[in-house]
């Protein structure tokens, strides 16, 4: 088990319920977890990658504590809009948002 | 260059950081509260200043992170002009709520840095993170009416089509880095000249292109554009239409031409010449403005038909994006500068109908031009730029454009299918011509007066129109100068 193939099928696997979850659901809270997921499956692939193939330095595991940080701040603003979003329309559907159209 | 060494290089950017923490602190303080936007003006104006002191030095700086040179310059100067024209006018737009002004200034420079970091960055670490740093502000200035439900909506739909397309791009990223070692781009255009699988490279680079796609609006990655640019503050539409779209340009320029190229030409000693990615791009600029003038045409709501065109525009620059070659750049470049004031003097005229009259749909602006004939004036001028025909800039940069195609003699079909765009294009343009001055109004026939500030701006920036087509040899010379990067 402890070989990059495992972690690269299990990042494959998270990211694509990521999409899955983005594409078919629509609450927003549920499809910022969506993308939450495919964040999370990019970190694992960085650290994986750093981890077995053997790279001098430590760019990966950098790399992955900025996704992470971004990833907090980018779900802060989300929640935010989203709520603003509740108190106008009362509904945090996402068909419900539909008044820009055409 | 070490970090320490560095900061001498980058004083543009460290008074932006400056000003950004200074506005955010003086706006707590009741007493200060006024001098918020005076101070944004004033930082941006002096960053300009060291700017252009250092054009022309060529530096990596903090560890290889990001590099000073003039290509970015150029870019820089594009978005300090268009940040500095939207904080200006966003003081004189009715219906931004004026209490929360300073923050929006705030955010506005943030994004200024965002991009100023876009344009120069030459690691994948410094990509990802000056993308997200010009969307995050993006995304909350897109919902800055907080009780208007277009701007809620258009602020859902950006943080989700953004932090999606985000995330696509930072897991072909990853595997980008997995297949390279590295992420910093000149070490991955060694390894990909050694790279045993050439195919490999194709799921990271279309996950990458989806990211920077997003960006610049391209076709099959433009679903939040209209809709965003409809909802969002005019001004705010104004700048996004602009700026970060430069930015998106300068960044996608520069990964593609650094990783994929030597010299600035497809070399055929490059194991990575046989991905064809030209094509993939010829095909997606010309569908990007075929469906986005398609779609422009039947539109009533003049913010929304100038979103459905600025993608238009984004297919027309792509072309030139098919042509390796500097000189190709070079009319990108040219086309850009041209588009931020052709595009920034039609959204100007936007505000002041929807200040005045209240008018977001294109009935509204019916008999405008008997009430003020000066302005709707430029606002033809404006209009046949953003159609690209003579007497207008917009005509010299599409014919930079079309020269390129034709010189390599390749994407024939392409050049073709960009005439009967343009054809396309001046039917919608001069819908709002037509209401301005052949369609009689509901009876007002009072003069209305735009406030001094819009006035100017929509005639400055119109009035560029004019003079680069008379007169856009310097302007040409400047960016040959810009990118000497490629040309050598």
Redesign the interface.
Known sequence: MDSLQSYLVI?AIL?SM?IYG?ITRKN?VA??MG?EL??N???I??I??NRF???ANL??H??SI??IV?AA??AA??L???I??FK??GSVD?DD?????? | MSNLSSLSYYIPELIIILAILLVIILDVIPACKKYTFSLSLGAILLASVFLWQSYGESHGLFMGMISIDPFSHFFKMIFLLSTFSIILISRYEKQLDSKYSAEYNALLMIVLLGMFLMSSSINLIMIYLSIELVSIPSYILAGMLKNDKESNEASLKYVIFGSFASGLMLFGLSILYGITGSTDIGVITAALQTIDYPLSIYFPLILILVGFGYKISMVPFHFWTPDVYEGAPTPITAFLSVAPKAAGFAILIRVFYTMFTIDGSVSATLPLANINWPAIIAVASAITMTLGNLLAVQQEDVKRMLAYSSISHVGFMLMAFTIVSPDAVRAIMFYLFIYLFMNLSAFYMAIFASNKLNAHHIDDWDGLGKRNPILCAFMALTLISLTGLPPTAGFVGKFYIFAELFKHQQFYWLAVVAILNSVVALFYYFKIVKSMYLVEGDGAHDKIVAHPVVNWSIILFSAQNLLFFIYWEPLIGFIEKSISLWSG
Not at chain 1, 97 to 102: R, S, V
Request: hydrophobic share 70%.
């Open positions: 990042a990211f990521g983005v927003a499809i910022l993308i495919i964040l499956s990019a970190n692939n960085f994986a990658f193939g053997g790279m760019d990966g950098v790399f900025f996704v971004l701040a980018e603003v989300a935010a809009i989203v603003n979003l106008n329309v996402v948002a539909d008044l820009l159209k055409g």
